[in-house]
């Protein structure tokens, strides 16, 4: 089924991204998965671990109201288009893999057209020619099933603890408090990351 949401909530997203773009679209479909599998959740039970850092996480964290900022939005960057989501009171949960096929038959002709675009050796037709494929491209995303576009599978990790340790200590080499859970132990002293991987660049 297509897209349920309202054009309004929608061009929300977009604003709140900043641009259209079809990495968009996936979240916005992505979330939708989330009520069908989940129910219609308060973001306060929902946590989400995404495997990337590109478009469509904007539209997962507006829609969806896991955000980085409220620690239920988890990032592994792995690179792939896919979302965990779970319900934190009953440990259920799902992930969700962007199918290949979802955008194989324009892939390589869009990103050939990208690439002349981005380093300004297309030409004005190859221009126009790149903007309609984005174009068909988020309006497939919306149209379609939201099976048609994702695998749908149990979550292959456990659920992130909710637990926010807020002990801090002070780094050693520059003196800056850091959250205990992100110090580094070396030679004896406890160090932030930014310390510690300078200090082993010299070893
Ligand atoms: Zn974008
Ligand atoms: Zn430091």
Redesign the pocket.
């Known amino acids: 089924m297509a897209c349920k949401l309202s054009q309004k909530t929608i061009s929300n997203v977009i604003k709140f991204h900043g641009h259209s773009c079809p990495g968009l679209r996936i979240g916005i479909r992505a979330s939708e998965l989330v009520r069908r599998e989940l129910g219609d959740l308060p973001d306060a039970r929902l946590v989400c671990i995404a495997e990337t850092d590109m478009c469509g996480v904007d539209a997962v964290q507006y829609l969806t109201g896991c955000t980085y900022g409220k620690g239920n939005l988890v990032h592994r960057d792995y690179g792939k288009t896919a979302f965990t989501f779970f319900d934190r009171e009953t440990g259920r949960g799902f992930r969700c893999l962007l199918r290949s096929g979802a955008r194989e038959d324009m892939a390589e002709e869009m990103s050939s057209l990208q690439q002349k675009t981005a380093s300004g050796e297309a030409n004005e037709a190859e221009q126009a020619r790149s903007k309609e494929f984005r174009r068909l491209m988020e309006e497939r995303l919306m149209v379609s099933d939201l099976d048609q576009l994702f695998e749908v599978m149990e979550p292959n990790v456990a659920m992130p603890r909710n637990a926010r340790i807020l002990a801090s200590l002070v ?6 408090e ?1 959250m205990e859970s992100r110090t580094r132990r070396f030679a004896g002293k406890t ?6 991987n300078k200090v082993e660049q010299k070893v």
């Open positions: 780094c050693e080499a520059c003196g800056e850091t160090l932030c990351q930014p310390c510690f």
